[in-house]
C-alpha cells in the first residue's frame, strides 16, 4: 500500500465522522474506496439516510512531493470555489474539512452517485455523450479566473504562466533529485529543453482554473432516461491549480495526443464551447503539458511505494512516453505546411 495512504478501519472513520458532523452522526455502514494511492478514502452511510465521503490526507510523518502539501485543504479550497463561482459543474458538497493534531488533515462530502468512466468504458458503453458533458464541463470550469499561475498555499506560483510552469516543473526535478528518481535525461537537459520552448506559454494571459486530474477515474456518470450514462460528478480536485485551459486536456486523453484527435467527443464539445485552434503553438504547448504529467508520474512512484518490481508496465510505459516528449522537444525547429514554425511559434490567444 502507497505510504502516504492511511491505514483506516470502521472505528476509526466514525471518529472521523463525530469530529465533522458531531456526536449525534452515527454510519450504518461504510467501507473503503478504491482509487488514487495518495489519501484514504471511504464511504459512509450514515443513521439518518445520508451517503458521505470521507477522505483522510498522509501521516505527517510521511515524506510528500513538493506540489502535495496541503492536498486535502486545497481540495476544500477548489470545492469552495467550484460551488461560489461554476455552480453548474457537478463536484460533491463540502460538509467538513477537519485538521487535529490525533486526525491529522481531512475531508468529508456528500457522495455523488454513479459509476466512474473508466468502469463505463471497460464495460463497453457508449461513452460520447458523457465525454462531450465533461468537455463542456472542463469549459465551464475555466471561466473561473484567479489571481496567480500555479499552485495555491507556498507552493510553485508566479505572475506568468511560463514562469508558473517553469517552477513546477523545477520542483518535479528536485523531488526526483531527492528520491533519486531515475529518468531518461539528465535534469539539467530537461530544464534546457523547457527553457527552449517555453516562449509558447506566453500566449497565456488568464489564469484559468484547472482540474488537472481528469483521468476517466474521476468522471462519475448516471444513467439517462434512455439509458445513456450522464454527468453526475466531477471529483478528486485536490490537485487544482491555475494557468492554460489546455493543459486540463491531457490527463482526459491520458497517454494520448488532444491534438491528434480533433473529432474526440471531449475535445469537439469543448473547442464548440471554447474555441481554440490546433496549430504548431497549441501542439507545443500540449507536449510539454504531457511531459509534465509523465514527469509527474514518474517521480511520484517512489513515495508510493511503486516498483520496476510491483509495476513493471506503468515503468517501462512512462518512461517509454517521457522520452518520446523529450525527443519531440530536441527536434530542431522547422517550418510547417500551413506556414510558421513548429516549436517555439507564437501561436494565437489560448481559450
Not at 459512509?44 to 502539501?69: F, I, M, Q, S
Request: proline share 9%.
Amino acid at each position: 500500500m502507497s505510504p502516504t495512504r492511511r491505514d483506516l478501519d470502521p472505528e476509526q472513520v466514525r471518529r472521523y465522522l463525530t469530529a465533522s458532523l458531531g456526536p449525534a452522526a452515527e454510519a450504518a455502514d461504510c467501507g473503503p474506496l478504491a482509487g488514487g494511492g495518495f489519501a484514504a478514502v471511504w464511504w459512509a452511510r450514515l443513521t439518518d439516510g445520508r451517503d458521505v465521503v470521507l477522505k483522510v490526507g498522509p501521516p505527517p510523518h510521511v515524506p510528500l512531493l513538493r506540489y502535495e502539501r496541503d492536498m486535502i485543504g486545497a481540495e476544500a479550497r477548489y470545492l469552495r470555489l467550484v460551488a461560489a463561482r461554476a455552480p453548474g459543474v457537478p463536484v460533491p458538497s463540502l460538509l467538513h474539512h477537519g485538521r487535529h493534531p490525533d486526525l491529522g488533515d481531512w475531508l468529508l462530502t456528500a457522495r455523488l452517485p454513479g459509476r466512474t468512466l473508466a468502469d463505463l468504458t471497460r464495460a463497453g458503453a457508449d461513452v460520447g455523450p458523457l465525454r462531450a458533458e465533461f468537455g463542456r464541463a472542463l469549459a465551464a470550469l475555466h471561466v473561473v479566473t484567479g489571481d496567480r499561475y500555479g499552485y495555491d498555499g507556498g507552493r510553485a506560483a508566479a505572475a506568468t504562466w511560463r514562469d508558473a510552469y517553469t517552477a513546477m516543473v523545477d520542483d518535479l526535478l528536485a523531488d526526483a533529485a531527492d528520491w533519486a528518481v531515475p529518468l531518461p535525461a539528465p535534469a539539467t537537459r530537461i530544464r534546457e529543453l523547457v527553457a527552449r520552448h517555453a516562449t509558447v506559454l506566453d500566449v497565456v494571459r488568464r489564469p484559468a482554473l484547472l482540474h488537472f486530474d481528469g483521468w476517466a477515474g474521476n468522471v462519475l456518470a448516471v444513467d439517462g432516461p434512455d439509458g445513456t450514462p450522464r454527468l453526475s460528478g466531477l471529483v478528486d480536485g485536490e490537485r487544482h491549480l491555475w494557468g492554460d485551459p489546455l493543459l486540463d486536456l491531457v490527463s482526459p486523453l491520458l497517454f494520448r495526443r488532444a491534438e491528434d484527435e480533433p473529432d474526440d467527443p471531449l475535445v469537439r464539445a469543448y473547442r464548440a464551447v471554447a474555441p481554440f485552434p490546433l496549430d504548431a503553438g497549441a501542439r507545443r504547448r500540449l507536449g510539454l503539458y504531457r511531459l509534465h504529467l509523465y514527469l509527474l508520474m514518474t517521480v511520484e512512484m517512489p513515495s508510493r511505494a511503486i516498483t520496476a518490481e510491483s509495476d513493471p508496465g506503468r515503468v517501462a510505459l512512462l518512461a517509454e512516453l517521457l522520452d518520446a516528449e523529450l525527443s519531440d522537444l530536441a527536434r530542431p525547429v522547422t517550418a510547417n505546411p500551413s506556414g510558421g514554425t513548429t516549436g517555439a511559434a507564437s501561436p494565437p490567444a489560448s481559450p
